[in-house]
């Protein structure tokens, strides 16, 4: 995610070692700035994922989403929108974390203009591929009428919304799109502490039957 939009509150949950990836420099400059004791990567997350997925405890991922929104599909831009084959690495992702990941994994994307070729979890504006069950009710009720819209002073909205300046961006990514594509960070706090009480809990049985 840019600039870290779910990783927010992960601190509040636990002390633990984050590692991003992202292909923007001028994005991971920032998400850098903003988590100074991440490990941060400047490479193709898909690749990276590919070559390194096994090294992990938990993975999220958050493949570009444009080629799947409703919003190219939509009566207005069906006809100004380039020609574009859906970007299928977003399954390739999930299959792969679903078959050769022995982690706790969740793919984030938008709802696609399209039946999902894999049934996923939807929760607010986004879908969840994921090995665990992500919780109900998710998103804040503050968000609603301002994330996805794009009404005249959205940016100054988003940015108190989400508590980070986007307006710091410098890069060739839409400010206001970035903004909105962000998974709500209350949202991403529950749902990888719903994911690390798993994954200690599976820790604690391990213990026991070493402990007999």
């Known amino acids: 995610m840019p600039v870290g939009g779910n990783r927010y509150k992960w601190d509040e949950v ?11 420099p001028e994005a991971g400059r920032l998400y850098q700035e903003r988590f100074p004791n991440d490990k941060v990567i400047i490479a193709d997350a ?3 994922l590919l070559n390194n997925f096994k ?6 991922s958050s493949p570009p ?15 100004t929108f380039e020609n574009q084959y859906p970007d299928l690495k977003l399954y390739e992702e999930i299959l792969l974390l679903q078959y050769q990941f ?3 994994y969740v793919v984030e994307n938008v709802i696609p203009y399209y039946e999902p070729l894999i049934p996923a979890q939807k929760r607010g504006r986004h879908l969840y591929w994921s090995n665990f069950i992500i919780p109900n009710n998710i998103d804040r009720e503050d968000g609603k009428g301002i994330v996805g ?9 988003l940015c108190k919304f989400h508590d980070y300046d986007f307006r710091k961006y410098k890069g060739e990514q839409r400010v206001d799109k970035m903004a909105r594509n962000l998974v709500d960070y209350e949202a991403g706090k529950i749902i990888f502490k719903t994911a690390l009480g798993i994954i200690e809990k599976k820790n604690e049985k391990q213990m026991d039957l070493f402990n007999l």
Not at 65 to 79: A, F, I, L, T
Request: aromatic letters at 8%; hydrophobic letters at 30%.
């Open 46 to 48: 898909h690749d990276y």
């Open 14 to 24: 636990a002390n633990i070692e984050v590692t991003a990836v992202e292909l923007d």
């Open 55 to 60: 090294e992990f405890d938990f993975i999220w």
């Open 149 to 157: 819209s794009a009404k005249k002073g959205e940016i100054d909205l």
């Open 65 to 79: 989403c444009p080629s799947h929104s409703r919003v190219r599909m939509s009566q207005k831009n069906r006809e």
């Open 102 to 104: 022995n982690g706790k």
